[in-house]
């Protein structure tokens, strides 16, 4: 009896442990401590349209490598997304840390 109690124990303590580990999603909108990838947040929201070097104009997508659009209208435009096409992501890229470092990432870019 004590032996069967002990082994439902370590049962029941095993099932915690292994019930803490259901984070394996990545989370593009943490709002913890850890760097930004831009990288990787331009290959999940923006290389589709366009591109990987941001030519690729897919679906009308602005040629990035050539545009002329400064820090705060970057911003706005992924943000709140253009006239032209360009979709709103602000209820999809919520932490401003990862706006910023995408703002950087597209310039990154141009020629
Ligand atoms: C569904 C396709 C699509 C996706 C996905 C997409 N875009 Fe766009 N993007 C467009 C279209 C269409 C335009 C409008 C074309 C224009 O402004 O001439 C645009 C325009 C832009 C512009 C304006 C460029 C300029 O000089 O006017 C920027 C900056 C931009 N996108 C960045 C991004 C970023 C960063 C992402 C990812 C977070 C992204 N886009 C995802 C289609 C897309």
Redesign the pocket.
């Known amino acids: 009896m004590v032996l069967n109690n002990t082994l439902c124990i370590s049962l029941f303590l095993l099932l915690i442990a292994c019930n803490t580990d259901n984070q394996s999603t990545i989370d593009t909108n943490s709002k913890d401590n850890t760097p930004s990838n831009p990288k990787a ?2 290959a999940i ?6 591109g990987v070097d941001g030519k690729a104009g ?7 490598s ?4 400064s820090d705060k ?2 911003e706005n ?2 943000l709140n ?7 709103p ?1 602000k209820d ?2 919520t932490n401003p840390k990862d706006i910023k470092s ?2 950087d ?2 310039k990154t870019l141009r020629k």
């Open positions: 947040l331009y929201h923006c290389d589709a349209c366009h897919v679906s009308g997508a602005a040629n990035l050539i545009s002329k659009l209208e970057i435009t992924i997304g253009n006239e032209k096409g360009m979709m992501f999809m890229i995408l703002v990432y597209v």
